[in-house]
């Protein structure tokens, strides 16, 4: 089954970090794009970071530049977003998606996973 | 404030068109294509219209997108009760090292 599988939420202090995971099956992975989107609670879907399939380039929204880090383990067939310096707007459900290339459309959607960031 | 620009609801009555608008800028819609995302309550986004105004199998042909300039424009015609979701549209904005931009979403309600 073509599916991704988004694991590693939690609830973390401000200035804390996490390690986002997200599993994929069921399709040649190290051919696509992965990227993470997150949605804040009631509001609207925020691009987040990607990284190509062939060259491993990366890509961060202004937001999380610096503090976050996009990886993929093609081995594992597993993108990784490392969030360090967390802050309370980075509360949000973070979706990963799978796209041809970074300016194609994301064919595949995870079910997301909650990062709440809160003292 | 989103890159993209789409107004945050529309609505319409069963059977009814409606169309999202969708504005972006020259270094965005104007020179890359736009995909059109689905939001139903509770779920993650599902892909509705990609480059422009190609519909992924499975996408009935009530839902159409067309582009034009640094603009774009999702339309739904015979509108049902299940239509009611929230719609997205998305693009790559090739300034600084480039990113992906979304818009602020729309609302739709079927009255």
């Known amino acids: 089954e073509v599916q991704l599988l988004e694991s590693g939420g939690g609830l973390v202090q401000p200035g804390g970090s996490l390690r986002l995971s997200c599993a994929a099956s069921g399709f040649t992975f190290t051919t696509y794009t992965m990227t993470w989107v997150r949605q804040a609670p009631g509001k609207g879907l925020e691009w987040v970071s990607a990284?190509?399939?062939?060259?491993?380039?990366?890509y961060y929204a202004d937001s999380v530049k610096g503090r976050f880090t996009i990886s993929r383990d093609n081995s594992m067939n597993t993108v990784y977003l490392q969030m360090n310096s967390l802050r309370v707007e980075d509360t949000a459900l973070y979706y990963c998606?799978?796209?041809?290339?970074?300016?194609?459309?994301?064919?595949?959607w995870g079910q997301g996973t909650m990062v709440t960031v809160s003292s | 404030q989103s890159v993209l620009t789409q107004p945050p609801s529309a609505s319409g009555t069963p059977g009814q068109r409606v169309s999202i608008s969708c504005s972006g800028s020259?270094?965005?819609?104007?020179?890359?294509?736009v995909n059109w995302y689905q939001q139903l309550p509770g779920t993650a986004p599902k892909l509705l219209i990609y480059s422009n105004n190609q519909r992924p199998s499975g996408v009935p042909d009530r839902f159409s997108g067309s582009k034009s300039g640094t603009s774009a424009s999702l339309a739904i015609s015979g509108l049902q009760s299940e239509d009611e979701a929230d719609y997205y549209c998305a693009s790559w904005d090739d300034s600084l090292n480039g990113r992906g931009v979304f818009g602020g979403g729309t609302k739709l309600t079927v009255l």
């Open positions: 020259n270094s965005n819609i104007g020179i890359n294509t």
């Open positions: 998606a799978k796209s041809w290339s970074p300016l194609h459309a994301f064919d595949l």
């Open positions: 990284i190509s399939g062939t060259d491993t380039r990366t």
